[in-house]
């Protein structure tokens, strides 16, 4: 009897997803329509950030880890928001696992209108009064003067990265690289500088790669006789915490390489880039 050899093939057929594949590896410019997902996306990214941290943690605080979880998603929700009426929110990865806010030449987000429309205005009854002081008192005025004293004439001109987070399930996947190139080609196209402040020092060698440069730390939550003593190791700090250092960085446009038309010996001639 004559045997009958029967080789069997299987074929993996990959399922039809409803998320779009660009989603995976472009940036994307998305609206309010999205900006509760993004939200939360930074809300994670941004969990054990002191900066976070120092605002939720004020000792007038009685409220539990729950609570101060939904304040801090509250807050992007709002910082979110406004970026999304005012400012320009980039996302990538199909579940908005990294998110960059940008305020572009000439805009804010500080007029009224826009922070009633973001909810911003819900803020100042959700913090505590020591929340309220550290937020509006101590935070937004240090920002504001230092991006004037460092930019000066480019205060207005100049591209702000607001924010940059990716959350842990997409970290390491170059999501980060890619928001920040995406902008970068467009501020140095127009020849803008660019400008962020770093709650985290691990970071400033990654932003370096991309061409920024550390102009100057800035200190929340203590007196600079403080600061000298936490930093240098002069002796304990009078204060309840550590102070809070936000490293300011700027990135200088990047002059574009001219190109000129090179003759191939086909007859007709390609521009390539010098």
Not at 220 to 249: C, E, Q, Y
Request: net charge neutral; glycine share 8%; hydrophobic share 35%.
């Amino acid at each position: 009897m004559e045997h009958v050899s029967t080789n069997a093939t299987l074929v993996a057929t990959k399922k039809r997803s409803l998320v779009p594949e660009k989603w995976e590896d472009q940036v994307r410019v998305i609206g309010i329509s999205e900006c509760k997902e993004a939200a939360l996306s930074l809300a994670q990214a941004f969990a054990t950030d002191e900066l976070a941290q120092y605002l939720l943690d004020a000792e007038d605080v009685t409220d539990g880890d729950e609570t101060k979880w939904r304040l801090h998603v509250d807050i992007f929700n709002y910082i979110v928001a406004s970026h999304c009426y005012k400012g320009v929110v980039t996302t990538i990865g199909p579940d908005y696992e990294a998110v960059a806010l940008w305020m572009p030449p000439g805009k804010d987000s500080d007029d009224w209108l826009t922070i009633l429309r973001s909810g911003m205005w819900r803020l100042y009854y959700q913090l505590s009064a020591e929340g309220r002081r550290r937020y509006y008192s101590e935070l937004l005025p240090v920002l504001h003067q230092t991006k004037h004293e460092v930019m000066g004439d480019r205060d207005d001109d100049c591209y702000y990265l607001v924010y940059l987070g990716t959350k842990p399930s997409g970290q390491r996947r170059g999501y980060g690289r890619k928001l920040i190139e995406h902008m970068a080609a467009k501020a140095d196209a127009e020849g803008r500088a660019m400008y962020l402040e770093s709650s985290s020092l691990k970071n400033n060698g990654y932003y370096k790669k991309f061409g920024f440069e550390v102009n100057r730390d800035i200190y929340l939550g203590a007196n600079l006789a403080d600061v000298s003593k936490s930093v240098f190791g002069g002796g304990s700090s009078s204060s309840a915490h550590a102070p809070v250092r936000l490293t300011i960085m700027v990135r200088e446009p990047r002059k574009l390489a001219h190109s000129i038309p090179i003759k191939l010996s086909s007859g007709f001639s390609q521009r390539g880039a010098l």
